[in-house]
């Protein structure tokens, strides 16, 4: 039992230790991604809740997952800038976030770089009507697309109708053609009916 003991306080400890997320550089609860050709796609999932400092600047992102920053109860700035940010629905959680910073004032760099109309702008400043019509218009246009595929779905189906009842029709009367066809040669062959009819006269 002795010799268990260390083995069975182990169980007591954390079994998965913080670590760096790749491919940033880490120490002293900073964590540097700055100039890592982050993207949406492999941004870090998740910081370490005692993180102070965290660069994200002079990457390829153009949003924030949501809720990536609130466990960091302890983090005092994160460096934004230099992003191509995209302010549509997705730039919501970050707007929200930086509304909530006290020092906003050092988030004016964090600006729009898509779409048009609100390139250039402070994100922080944006209001939640000028990025919602951003997102209107995206579900309009989706909208519109799948209703012009669904009209031209309904189209080809009832050409494909049309096309299917004029072969059947076809088909139908040449089958009553080659039936009545049939019918005469077997008529003309058949020598019971020549002998019955020759025999009645």
Not at 5 to 20: A, D, E, R, S
Not at 92 to 117: A, D, G, K, M
Not at 128 to 139: G, K, N, R, S
Request: charged residues 20%.
């Amino acid at each position: 039992m002795t010799f268990l003991g260390p083995f069975l306080l182990l169980g007591f400890l954390p079994l998965v230790l913080p670590t760096c997320p790749k491919p940033c550089r880490c120490a002293d609860d900073i964590i540097d991604c700055m100039s890592t050709g982050l993207t949406d796609d492999v941004i870090p999932a998740s910081f370490a809740p005692s993180t102070r400092k965290i660069y994200l600047n002079n990457n390829e992102l153009t949003s924030i997952p949501s809720g990536l920053f609130d466990n960091l109860k302890a983090v005092r700035e994160v460096y934004l800038w230099g992003n191509p940010w995209e302010c549509d629905c997705n730039i919501l959680y970050l707007r929200s976030w930086l509304q909530w910073q006290q020092n906003r004032t050092t988030y004016r760099n964090i600006v729009c770089s898509s779409p048009t109309h609100l390139q250039g702008r402070i994100i922080t400043y944006l209001s939640e009507d000028e990025i919602l019509a951003t997102c209107q218009y995206w579900y309009c246009s989706v909208a519109l697309f799948s209703q012009i595929c669904l009209f031209a779905f309904i189209l080809l189906q009832a050409v494909l109708l049309i096309v299917v009842l004029v072969y059947i029709r076809r088909f139908q009367k040449f089958a009553r053609e080659a039936r009545r066809t049939t019918d005469e040669f077997y008529g003309d062959m058949d020598p019971w009916s020549a002998a019955s009819k020759n025999g009645a006269d």
